[in-house]
């Protein structure tokens, strides 16, 4: 049979492959809607229902070799972990266009410590049957509280040298009473454990009753306050005239030199990949982040009581950033000039869902200077010269119940990349007896923030996965040290000057850094094969945050599962399965299987591809400007080029078009 030239289908398929074709795929990409499916699909029929209880615990790329080649037919590889008839698995699924049908290549049961991530879906179920649980309702009613207005939560019970024999969570309730802010209304003294595999409750304790804090003033919403101030700004307006400076391909950013790939993980949320900076030079890219994530946020509770000891958590592991990632709002969230993309995860039933405006990219100026300078010394001249800092942003925010974790990845045209975290939201309330400080003569574990409301001591210590390759994947952990000298020729009158002298870490213990203790000591990343013309050696430099370090005794429980809070800087030899700070199965997990056992192995770091584990933290101390929500606070660290350049990239930064 002959075809027509202009047969309409025909056509309809060569537009079709022509789109294919020219589609930019990185091979960092994460999974897509249909690939989540294709996993879905082939692992449910191997384990079908009714017979085989199967849920999804996590569902992500399984990375492929580093460094990659892009070769015609990229293996596409998924790692899975589900929960099979109360056994945990590890799955990988080959899903490579070439292949017929996807295959498992991998399908082992884990029967080590800890547990994968919890999904949403059990956190909810679980809080359902314990509302429904009739002690707890009787509960209820002998303190007089409508069930229809009581919020509950699932907290995870952490590690405390227990055998770990079934996934367990701890269901804690509120009243919403009065106002949308349940969090201030903590009902203090009542548990229900709930067992999330029988999905049933397997514990209840009634144990004390404190007052629950009043509701008045409390409630957030913006109509609840009218009339409490009579400023309302005039407003802003953000235009760029000329469209915005970046293009996205496929999550492929490209911004000025800078070029750099976005993927978004169950678990980790936001990813940068494989960011580079163009060397006009040479006409070439040179590579400086292969990956760059937060790998996991330990948030301890600084209290010894019954309710509270366990709040130990692990917001990656246990609760996954990715999967908490909210919608960002357009033009509050993110400014008008703000481009939004949605990310994809497998839900509970391991079928895709889709999360929208997971991350905005939105170019910024803020008024602020890049460089400027006045020259008045020369005669009869007056010249001033600037640079507008104008700075490329993408943005992720994830609520982890009460907290709101707002993340900034800045790209500067100095070669500088800044990470930003905010903290926000609402406090964790202890309730309590006490109205005034006068009356307490105990341990409170935080500060009276209000009448019966306790505001608890906590931390927050932010790991993050940096492995540089700063032109080229060899490198090398640069430690220089700044030195008090004495000047030892007697003509001159000074005595003493500070030099630097630098070391190379060998061995994972050599880059165990705790900056908190060594304030002179600066930490680069170094191409020790690359050599600028004049010789000194490319790399990049961490400049930190405040430095703060966990101050909970080694041997307690939290701080062996979290044991390289200790430190503000280790570095791995880059492995692909070391990616996860809390290790794979954090949930319960007794810290066998983690960023600080890893480094125990002691393996050689030096010109090899390496990763920098870097950890900034906030040890917040609770006062009352944090009730009933808390201003936002932020903390962040700056990888900053440092030799890796010949001159000042900011001499050709060119002014932007149009500024009035
Ligand atoms: C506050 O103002 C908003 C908008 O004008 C209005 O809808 C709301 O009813 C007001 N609330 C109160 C408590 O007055
Ligand atoms: C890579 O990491 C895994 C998990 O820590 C470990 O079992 C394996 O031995 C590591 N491989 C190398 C070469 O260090």
Redesign the pocket.
């Known amino acids: 049979m002959k075809h027509s030239f202009f047969n309409p289908i025909l056509i309809f398929l060569i537009i079709q492959l022509s789109s294919l074709i020219t589609t930019e795929t990185h091979p960092l990409d994460s999974l897509s809607p249909h690939e989540i499916t294709q996993v879905q699909t082939t692992i449910s029929q191997i384990y079908p229902s009714p017979t085989h209880i199967l849920t999804f615990h996590y569902m992500g790329l399984d990375d492929p070799p580093k460094p990659k080649t892009a070769t015609q037919n990229p293996t596409r590889m998924a790692y899975v972990i589900a929960r099979i008839n109360r056994t945990t698995h590890e799955i990988t699924v080959d899903i490579s266009k070439h292949l017929r049908s996807p295959t498992i290549l991998i399908d082992k049961v884990y029967k080590g410590n800890g547990y994968p991530t919890l999904t949403n879906e059990e956190q909810n179920n679980a809080n359902k049957v314990a509302m429904e649980y009739s002690p707890f309702v009787e509960s209820m009613k002998k303190r007089k509280l409508k069930v229809e207005e009581i919020v509950c939560l699932s907290f995870v019970i952490g590690w405390f040298g227990q055998k770990q024999e079934r996934r367990i969570v701890k269901v804690r309730c509120y009243s919403m009473e009065d106002t949308i802010n349940f969090y201030m209304r903590p009902i203090e003294g009542v548990t229900v454990t709930v067992d999330l595999d029988e999905m049933k409750v397997v514990g209840f304790i009634d144990r004390v009753e404190v007052p629950i804090p009043k509701a008045y003033g409390t409630d957030y919403r913006e109509e609840k306050h009218n009339g409490t101030t009579d400023f309302v700004h005039q407003g802003f307006r953000i235009i760029q005239p000329n469209g915005a400076g970046f293009t996205i391909d496929n999550d492929i950013v490209r911004w000025g030199k800078w070029e750099f790939h976005l993927s978004f993980d169950a678990r980790v949320g936001l990813i940068i990949s494989t960011a580079s900076i163009e060397d006009l030079e040479n006409k070439k890219r040179r590579p400086i982040l292969y990956r760059g994530f937060l790998s996991e946020v330990f948030v301890p509770y600084m209290d010894a009581t019954d309710e509270w000891y366990y709040r130990t958590y692990f917001d990656a592991g246990e609760y996954g950033l990715g999967q908490l990632t909210v919608p960002l709002q357009p033009n509050i969230d993110c400014p008008p000039n703000a481009v939004f993309i949605d990310g994809y995860i497998a839900s509970q039933d391991g079928k895709p869902l889709k999360m929208p405006k997971v991350f905005c990219v939105f170019e910024r100026y803020s008024g602020d200077i890049m460089w400027r300078h006045t020259e008045a010394s020369i005669p009869n001249q007056f010249i001033t010269e600037t640079r507008r800092e104008v700075t490329l942003i993408v943005r992720t925010i994830s609520t982890i119940g009460n907290y709101d974790y707002i993340f900034d990845w800045e790209f500067f045209q100095s070669g500088s990349i800044k990470v930003k975290v905010g903290l926000t939201g609402i406090l964790e309330i202890r309730g309590t007896k006490y109205n005034h400080k006068d009356q307490i003569h105990e341990e409170i574990y935080g500060t009276l923030l209000a009448p019966n409301t306790v505001g608890s001591f906590h931390d927050h210590f932010f790991t993050f996965h940096l492995d540089l390759d700063i032109d080229g994947h060899l490198n090398s952990l640069m430690k220089t040290f700044l030195e008090t000298r004495h000047v030892t020729n007697h003509n001159i009158p000074r005595k003493s000057y500070w030099s630097v002298k630098q070391e190379t870490a060998n061995t994972e213990c050599d880059a165990r850094i705790h900056l908190g203790s060594k304030p002179t000591l600066e930490i680069s990343v170094v191409n020790p094969n690359k050599l600028t013309k004049v010789g000194n050696i490319k790399g990049y430099r961490l400049i930190p945050a405040t430095p703060i370090s966990s101050l909970l005794m080694d041997d307690d429980y939290p701080q062996i599962r979290a044991a390289n809070t200790k430190y503000s800087v280790l570095v791995t030899?880059y492995?692909?399965?070391?990616k996860w700070a809390s290790g794979l199965f954090t949930d319960q997990g007794s810290g066998d299987?983690t960023l600080a056992?890893?480094t125990l192995?002691n393996?050689d770091i030096k010109n090899k591809d390496i990763v920098l584990w870097y950890t900034m933290g906030l040890h917040h101390v609770t006062c009352q400007e944090d009730f009933p929500i808390m201003p936002t606070i932020s903390a962040g660290f700056e990888l900053r080029p440092s030799n890796f350049f010949e001159t000042n990239p900011v001499l050709s930064v060119k002014s932007p078009k149009s500024m009035t």
């Open positions: 030899p492995n692909k399965s070391e299987d056992t890893w192995r393996r």
